[in-house]
């Protein structure tokens, strides 16, 4: 059990005034504006505490730039639209994106950088990093322009804050943060009906535990009605599935699962995402049938490119290009775990890699 300054400004906060949701603890851990771990450092890479897709390797960038490039063609080229990614961590993914469409004919002129980033340090590093662009910043989603938006998402979901509830009869507890000695444990409340849970009574026995992520739900609706009523396309990337069950709530720290109540602030924190939620609040734009990463990025190329990248390289580059392949769509790494929802306005086609039912 660490002492951080965050778990000491917790512990007052609890005395004062009583135990707090798992999503109090959550927005604190990580965005708190002294001490939250996102708010405070670049925690991404072989040095930090975890890595994702775009910093193992450049493919996953440009493929999917690529993928949103022809999903802009086969709307018509709008000539002015918004090229959006939420959570960009170190800009590396939108830096993989613009290089990859470089030369897609009226794409960079037409495009209007827009990040959504909560994180002063983090805008710092994404600003440096696409130097040569314009981006705006924002942290709220109903910022997003009115017009064409095409959307992309890694491992953001995951990082927003989420309760969670564990069956009790035909009631729910639910899961808070309390003091304990030292430091901090978890507690249940009193069973409660939970009407917003009561399609939840079908699949769950007493006992389970159920994840809701209240934030999650006005973000996709935001993006979904944009997208339905101005055209675009949304591209949400992560690990997770099609209906919460059990506890997903994690922490890592130096790329190693710790206790999350132990070092407030200085572990990351995420939950699995749970992409149903997702997709119902999103109507009426349309979400193609969850596809895996690996199966996703097999459908988008990656094999042509990885060997085409692999023609310039030898020895350890070599092993590594090829390591880089395998972790982002070998069913064993990524490949299954990571999934993809995305979406589409009513009657346009699917974006490249997924089916929405319409032909392309
Ligand atoms: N997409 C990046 C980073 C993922 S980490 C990558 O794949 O490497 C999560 C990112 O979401 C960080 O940039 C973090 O600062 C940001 N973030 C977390 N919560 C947020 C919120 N509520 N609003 C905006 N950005 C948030």
Redesign the pocket.
Known sequence: MAVTPLMEKLRRRIAAEGPMSLADFM?AC??DPDQGY??TRD??GEGGD??????ISQMFGELIGLTLAQSWMDQGSPQTFTLA??????G??IADILRATRSVPGFHQAMRIVL????P??RGI?ADTLAEFTPAWT?NFADLPKRPLWFV????F????IRQFQRRGEGWSERMIALADPGLAMALSQPLPMPDLAHRLGDTVDGDIVEVCP?AGPIAQTIGARIAAHGGAALI?DYGGWHSLGDTFQALQAHEPVDPLAAPGEA?LTAHVDFEPLARAAAPAVAAPLVTQGVFLERIGITDRARALAKRLSGAPLDSHIAAHRRLTHPEEMGSLFKILALTPPNAPALPGTDNGESS
Do not use: H, K, M, W
């Not at 975890?50 to 910093?55: D, G, L, V, W």
């Not at 998402?153 to 953001?156: G, I, L, Q, R, S």
């Not at 995951?158 to 804050?161: E, G, I, K, R």
């Open positions: 927005q990580l965005l996102y708010a925690p991404f975890f890595i994702t897709a775009p910093e990614e939420a959570g960009p961590g170190r590396t993914l959504i980033e909560a994180s340090t983090l994404q942290d998402a890694n491992e953001f995951d990082a927003l804050p934030a990337v990351d």
